[in-house]
């Protein structure tokens, strides 16, 4: 059975909002700084894989532990790799063609100099000195051709060097690891090897009414109280308001981030927010008096809708 959870999870939160703004609305009365139910999440989470097909060579983390952008993870077996770096900075470092060139110009441009001077006293002829000039030239030609083949030895250097690189898997950015899937020996393909997650800062979900449409900007704070013991309340900042309103539910998402420089908060806790805003409470048609009785929060529960052939289909959050 397939569950859409990011959508049963909006589903829920809107269906607790919705009933505490019924509830006020039939009380008569505004739902002063009421706070919202919201969940606290990692800033990115990242399944790590390999470029390359390989083996397993050395696993470098376990689980939990932090890890900083660009550590080094886990290596893949390398030999050949390895091999090809060796050979190609061999040849990059080669100075021996070059020298031997240049030296060549030398002695064919002395050549030329006195071959000069010969045909000013009328040594030699014209065409003597035209051959010794083709030489220097030619000379000239082999010391360019020597520089070009060590420039192209170093750029081969530096993709066997990249290579190699792929077979060391890093972590994308600084954070935790969270999970670690495969073990030493085994084959990497498409699978990934590593999730992280990245909980410096975390990121706070809030669904929140429609009635309170307007009245958080991006930019404003928010008292945060995760639903951990002993823990204090916290400010997070709005970072994105949507611009789009659930109907079923008749509520939007509100994103906060929340600074966790020492990670003493784990990803994953529910939590309480309070923007400090009043509920306006909502005339009906025929208007809305005290004495008028409030709709009661009932628990949220699921059912599985299935299809006309019995088949199981999708989850489904429903109130009584």
């Known amino acids: 059975m397939k569950i859409e959870v990011g959508v049963v999870l909006h589903r829920v939160l809107g269906g607790l909002a919705m009933s505490l703004a019924v509830a006020a609305v039939g009380s008569g009365a505004a739902l002063a700084a009421q706070p919202l139910g919201c969940l606290i999440e990692p800033e990115q989470v990242a399944e790590v894989g390999s470029p390359v097909i390989g083996v397993i060579e050395a696993i470098q983390v376990e689980r939990g532990d932090r890890v900083s952008k660009g550590q080094v993870l886990a290596l893949l077996r390398g030999d050949v790799e390895r091999a090809a770096v060796g050979v190609a900075s061999s040849r990059a470092r080669a100075e021996a063609d070059e020298q031997a060139a240049r030296s060549n110009v030398a002695f064919a441009r002395q050549k030329l100099e006195r071959t000069q001077g010969l045909l000013e006293k009328k040594f030699i002829s014209e065409q003597a000195l035209d051959q010794v000039r083709t030489e220097y030239e030619v000379a000239e030609q082999r010391l360019v051709q020597a520089r070009e083949q060590k420039r192209v030895a170093q750029r081969e250097l530096g993709l066997a060097e990249a290579q190699l ?6 972590s994308p950015f600084d954070g935790v690891v969270a999970e670690r899937y495969l073990s030493v020996g085994e084959r990497v393909e ?3 090897l590593f999730r992280v997650a990245k909980v410096d800062p975390l990121r706070v979900q809030v669904v929140v009414p429609a009635a309170l449409y307007g009245k958080i900007d991006t930019g404003a704070f928010a008292s945060v109280q995760p639903q951990l013991p002993e823990t204090a309340a916290v400010q997070a900042q709005v970072t994105l308001v949507d611009q789009l309103i659930d109907a079923p539910s008749n509520t939007f998402r509100v994103l906060l981030t929340l600074p966790n420089p020492d990670l ?11 923007f400090g805003l009043d509920l306006p409470v909502l005339a009906g048609k025929h208007g809305v008096t005290p004495s008028s009785p409030a709709r009661p929060i009932r628990p949220t529960s699921f059912r599985t809708e299935e299809s006309n052939s019995g088949a199981p289909g999708r989850a489904l959050a429903r109130s009584y």
């Open 165 to 170: 690189a792929q077979r060391s898997i890093r």
């Open 190 to 192: 498409e699978k990934p």
């Open 264 to 274: 003493r908060l784990p990803a994953g806790l529910r939590c309480q927010a309070d």
